[in-house]
């Protein structure tokens, strides 16, 4: 069996939720879970948290975060954040990482997710505008940084 550069990749994947309402120019992100996640250092298990970056060309204009989940490889979110978008020409960051006892986390890997973005991360984006006010799920999986 031969892995694809992709498997090599990934460190995990993401569930994530997004609705776009344009007259309220709104962007939900709603982060559901992550499976199958790799830890740095080959650690057994971690505390997850996830940040989500707005990105107007490549510049963070904004950022939330959830809640950080105990030692575990397959957290539950289902934690929603709520962005102000004037218009379609936005980015998204997703970036899993792991608490660290200094608090600043140590990123695990990261999802792009937008017009700029390749793979599932456009298919994610453009399946959102073609849906408008109705959430789409996907599932996508997580690159190391």
């Keep these: 069996m031969r892995l694809t550069p992709q498997a090599v990749d990934a460190v995990g994947e ?18 559901a879970k992550c499976k199958n996640l790799i830890w740095t250092n080959e650690k057994n298990t971690a505390d997850p948290f996830v940040k989500v970056y707005l990105l ?3 510049r963070k204009i904004s950022k939330k975060k959830t809640s950080t989940k105990r030692d575990d490889t397959n957290p539950i979110f289902n934690e929603a954040m709520i962005f102000s ?43 959102m505008l073609a849906t408008l006010r109705k959430p789409v799920s996907m599932w996508h999986p997580i690159r190391r940084i």
Excluded: C, K
């Design 56 to 58: 107007q060309d490549g």
């Design 85 to 127: 978008v004037p218009s379609a020409e936005l980015s998204l960051r997703v970036t899993v990482a792991e608490a660290t006892d200094d608090g600043r986390g140590e990123n695990l890997g990261h999802v792009i997710i937008g017009p700029e973005a390749s793979g599932m991360g456009i298919t994610h984006w453009n399946q």
């Design 14 to 31: 993401i569930l994530l939720s997004l609705s776009y309402l344009p007259t309220a120019e709104r962007l939900t992100v709603v982060v």
